[in-house]
């Protein structure tokens, strides 16, 4: 158990309207420490939903989701949001950084607001993780600056500021070209080796999933291989 | 700490729109300038007008009614005590109008806590003879010191020198009203018929102008001892007390108390010129329902700029969740936005309020019915400083609390997956 990051039990989730329909059915898996998962399949099985339940930021679903142990049912508002902040790192297709703050401000807002460390430190650590991706050099550059692999790297530091226990991806790669996308897979490879840093990416590039430790399969709300 | 980055993120959503944020913080300024200005200006007319008649009345006035005695000589006779008595046309006895034992009155009414100063006053009934051609007129006899330091007469003296009343024996300011008709100037002398047919010579020292041109064609003023002779009177003899309060509210229950103890009449400025207070009141109300709509304008174009703010960073507040900002620290980023441009606009405001008092404290403003004042009139109160930044303040807060809670629902999920 204590290896366990996260667990899902019997994950169900349907849309009601127009009409009900089932996205997800009896999702069951867990997650090791360390492990880098890859979630596949094909356009609208539910795998984007799956995450957003995982990620506790879709409340609206049946069954048990436990993260570090601990269940996120009946968890307020305001308690899911610190654990967000705390435990998950986040890599979406887009990089949403904000374009109001530099590079370094953007990879420091979760970490400040952890409010864990000191503002100094907090900065000190974010310039670490720029540096593992390469990117020191532009942090004091803002966003709209930054070609569109390099925002991406950014976003990935940014998940990483508050050491997270997971760290989820929603397509992450889906918006770059076959350069950057590689440069992407190859930082989360490391991660993954050298950090032990554990990983969880929704793709449906197969040739992506296929280089990771373990491939999730879905088709039509179900777990088909896993 | 914690406070502090949302106070980061909110100025840097601030100034990520700059113009639109000036935009409304300008609203807030011109609303919060106008309201003081507003306020300042209306009460600053209250105050003049309410001084026209106010400052010049007593607080409260004791003087002694001519009326029949209570008790007729046939009441006190032991004989006829069990009888029902007639007396038809009785009527009132001569010399009633004076009040008795005035310097002990005024001397008791100084040594009270509550009065600021006492004028004593004669009201002489006169004819000013123009040629064959008698008009009617009143000489107000006053002691000339105390009724320039509690009823600024001294403002109302527009020719000549008001002391000149009190240094030159036999003298009178006359109303404007009634000099122009008897086409006397300064240094003249004129001649009164008193009621009971004396004659008496006056040197016309100077002149007086109230505002009200109805006054200014009856009253004049002599000094007290002037009054005594042109009446024949001894120097004893005084018609009214005018009593000036500390505190003008007390007047109606000092009227009573000083009526019982004098025994004489008392009348409170309330009671005497109660159309003045609710003329002011309405006044004030309606510059402060103005104003209040200024700040509700106002506060409506806070809103739709951060409404407008939201959805243009809804992209921003959904990353912001996704990384651990909980609701209520979107919400708080949002009003701290909204407190930020009231405070800053509201503070504008009050400054702006203060500087466009002065400029209109200082276009001229001539009108012969108002010989003291020459430029609009302005008052000063830190009350409605006060009101404006607390309205100022209030106005942005609820105008931010909507769009906040709004930005604090925001469903990430929606946002992300929309993209």
Known sequence: MSNKILIAKDICKSFHDPITVQVLNNISFSIDKGE?????????????????????????????LYIDGVIMRNKKEKELASVRNEKIGFVFQFHYLLNEFSVIKNVMLPGLKLNKYSEKEVEHRAYEKLKVLGIENEALKMPNQLSGGQKQRVAIARALINDPLIIMGDEPTGNLDKK???IVFNIFKELAEQFHQTLLIVTHDNEFAARTNRIIEMQDGQIIKM | MKYKLIASISKSLLFARLKQTLVAAIGVTFSITMFITLLSFMSGLNDLLDGLILNRTAHVRLYNEIKASDLQPVDL???????HNFVSSVKPRDGKEEIHNSSAIIHALQADERVTGVAPKIMAQVFYNVGNIDLTGVINGIDVDEETRLFFFKNYVVGGNYIDLKNTPNSIILGKGAADKMLSGIGDIIQVTTSKGDRVQLKVVGFFQSGIQEIDKVQSYASISTAQKILGRPNSYITDIQVKLKNVLDAPAVAKEFQKKFNVEAVDIQTANSQFETGSSIRT???????????????????????MMIYEKMDSIAILKATGFSGRDVNNIFITIALSIGIFGGALGLLFGFGLCNVIEHIPFNTPSLPTVKTYPIQYNPKYYMIGAIFSVITTYLAGYFPSRKASKIDPVIIIRGK
Not at chain 1, 43 to 50: P, V
Not at chain 2, 77 to 83: L, Q, R, W
């Open chain 2, 285 to 307: 109300l309606i510059s402060y329902a103005v104003g209040v709509t200024l700040l509700i304008v106002a506060g409506f174009g806070i809103y739709n700029i951060l409404n």
């Open chain 1, 36 to 64: 880098f998962i890859s979630v596949i399949g094909k356009s609208g099985c539910g795998k984007s939903t799956l995450l957003y339940i995982l990620s506790t930021m879709d409340t609206d679903y049946q069954g048990d």
């Open chain 1, 180 to 182: 950057n996308s590689e």
């Open chain 2, 77 to 83: 006779s032991e004989k006829y005590k069990d009888h």
